[in-house]
């Protein structure tokens, strides 16, 4: 260990142990002492330290984010306690890090219904309105949630009106496919169309679903003639994250035990809804098949999250611990779904290799979000717990798969606050600056975190 990183480690020790407070500690792994790396680095104009930690009432967790293009606002949502049971909360923040007051008159906005209500996942629409995916029991069981709001905060009445009892109403989809159903992850077309993915478990075990609503809110029945594509294999298979190609497929990435332990998995789907059959094509047996991609190594093997390049590579981040502890791995196939080789080969002990690069942390370290610069590298966040507690990691990859040194000096950052921080969104503004957002009980209970990265 370098004198930075012992420094780095004792110095978090003292802070949680002695001082119980929110300190930021800043690790510069790998770099000399005095060093100071600009990219990498947090945001002092963001909440004058580059965080923010939101607030409220109850156990509180930040899931995912996106940035409004025209002014850089940043829009978080995921779910909150605050009222006994879990409900979808959504926070919009300025670019400078403080309450947008034109949303929500400046506070977050919780939308608190009968049941256990989770939003894991959003997107804006070109008219600035606000989608969020997850699932609710409302009903009973878990169920697809599609929520949709006004640039205001407020529901959208027109998403999936009805006016039962001569009482309007709108704002929210629930969809039932006959099991316990979740989505996950969702992507809006450019005609407005609304793609989720999650799971199901419709047909026994849990399945791949993928689902898409019409602009205004129903099931859009031209999809797989019935609204969705509910993908059941041997063994249980999650989808995890979702990205739409320029002409209409869909590639869906999560993980697989089909093989015995868990494995990468890709689908790629066509805009009907239907199996891709030229996406990882094979004539095993005699028998076409295509449409399914799963990279099998020696341990437990996870995507978790997905991002396409403008060359049409497909780049999957998630998790590995073959080497012993979890580690960040980074995935990526060609266009065709096959292993792209000249990605980071020969990076693993096992020998030469392509198509995978691995990073460690010395911890177990879990890759939980992916984003593509315009210059093709690549930014992955999620969480390490390398000095004991669980801190906010992110790591940048040059485009063929190797760390990015001009990165904090080795290609990571990892900043810690006291208590458990978890980073499960990211995403990248016009000026590469780094959003990153997740949950930290430094206050003995969850709250949203936001912390933002220089990029340069």
């Known amino acids: 260990m370098n004198p930075r990183a012992a420094i780095s480690q004792l110095s978090i020790q003292w802070q949680r142990v002695l001082l119980g407070l929110p300190v930021v500690v800043s690790i510069f792994l790998g770099s000399s002492v005095g060093v100071v790396f600009a990219a990498g680095a947090l945001d002092s104009s963001f909440d004058n330290d580059g965080i923010r930690i939101v607030t409220q009432s109850g156990d ?24 006994g049971t ?53 009903f009973g069981t878990n169920d697809v949630l599609v929520m949709r709001f006004n640039s205001d905060g407020s529901l959208d009445s027109t998403f999936n009106f009805s006016n039962l009892g001569g009482i309007p109403s709108g704002g929210v989809q629930v969809v039932n496919r006959g099991g ?39 099931v859009d029945t031209t999809f797989n003639n019935g609204g969705s594509q509910i993908i059941s ?46 996406f990882n094509t094979s004539n095993l047996g005699g028998h076409v098949s295509g449409g399914i991609q799963i990279i099998s190594q020696t ?45 980071n080969p020969g990076n693993t002990p096992a020998g030469p290799t392509g198509g995978i690069a691995v990073a460690s942390q010395n911890g177990n370290d879990q890759g939980q979000a992916v ?9 992955v966040g999620g969480y390490t717990d390398r000095f004991g507690l669980n801190d906010f990691l992110v790591m940048r990859f040059n485009s063929n798969g190797t760390l990015d040194t001009t990165f904090d000096g080795d290609g990571v950052r990892v900043v810690g606050l006291s208590g458990d921080n978890r980073a499960n969104a990211l ?6 600056k780094i959003v990153v957002v997740g949950n930290t009980d430094t206050f003995d209970v969850n709250d949203f975190a936001v912390m933002r990265f220089l990029g340069q």
């Open 86 to 138: 879990n409900d979808v909360m959504v926070v919009r923040l300025n670019s400078n890090g403080s309450f947008d007051s034109t949303f929500n008159n400046g506070q977050a906005r919780m939308v608190n219904r009968s049941g256990d209500d989770r939003g894991l996942a959003v997107a804006l629409q070109s008219d600035g309105k606000i989608v969020v995916a997850g699932y609710t029991n409302i």
């Open 299 to 343: 341990g437990d093997d996870r995507g978790q999250a997905v991002a396409l390049q403008s060359d049409g590579k497909v780049v999957i981040a998630g998790q590995t611990d073959r080497f012993g502890n979890k580690d960040i791995q980074v995935v990526r196939l060609n266009p065709n779904g096959s292993v792209d080789l000249t990605f």
């Open 180 to 218: 316990d159903d979740r989505a996950k992850a969702l992507a809006i077309r450019s005609d407005g169309k609304i793609v989720v993915a999650g799971t199901s478990t419709a047909f026994g075990s849990t399945d791949v679903l993928v689902l898409r609503l019409n602009a205004n809110g129903n």
């Open 427 to 432: 995403a990248l503004q016009a000026d590469k």
């Open 371 to 379: 984003a593509l610069q315009t210059d093709g590298k690549i930014v």
């Open 233 to 278: 294999r041997t063994g249980e298979d999650q989808a995890c994250a979702i990205a739409l190609q320029s002409d209409g497929k869909i590639v869906v990435a999560g993980y697989t035990n089909t093989l015995g332990s868990n494995d990468v998995l890709a689908v790629r789907l066509n805009a009907n809804g239907g199996l891709d059959t030229t």
């Open 60 to 83: 509180n967790r930040g899931q995912a984010v996106a940035i409004q293009p025209t002014d850089a606002k940043i829009v978080i949502a995921g779910y909150t306690n605050t009222f």
